[in-house]
Nanobody, 121 residues
């Protein structure tokens, strides 16, 4: 299972970007989906996730700035990023995930190439 992320680019601080995560229909309709990011020299971290039922989760640093949504009919998950900061600079990935009762997300698909987001100050 591999999802493809797209929509990244270069933006000034305070700007917005929309990321897209695409996959086959069978993957989306039956799975929770999450966005992750990895900045140079750091590990991959969860940014946001959305369950099959539309329940969302965000890491604290992006709450009130990012939104996540899904359109199963279009086999797409969106990440809307507003008020971007230089510390949001990273490669962004999406993946299928298991969600535990604790609310933790565990990715289990293959990682795609991701999409680069660069925020200039």
């Amino acid at each position: 299972v591999q999802l493809q992320a797209s929509g990244g680019g270069l933006v000034q601080a305070g700007g917005s970007l929309s990321l897209y995560c695409a996959g086959s229909g069978g993957i989306f309709s039956g799975n929770d989906i999450a966005w992750y990011r990895q900045a140079p020299g750091t590990g991959r971290e969860l940014v946001a996730g959305i369950t099959i039922n539309g329940i969302t989760k965000f890491t604290d640093s992006v709450k009130d700035r990012f939104t996540i949504s899904r359109d199963n009919a279009r086999n797409t998950v969106y990440l809307q990023m507003n008020n971007l900061k230089p510390e949001d600079t990273a490669v962004y990935y999406c993946n299928v995930a298991r969600v535990f009762e604790s609310g933790d997300y565990e990715p289990f698909g293959s990682w795609g190439q991701g999409t680069q987001v660069t925020v200039s100050s």
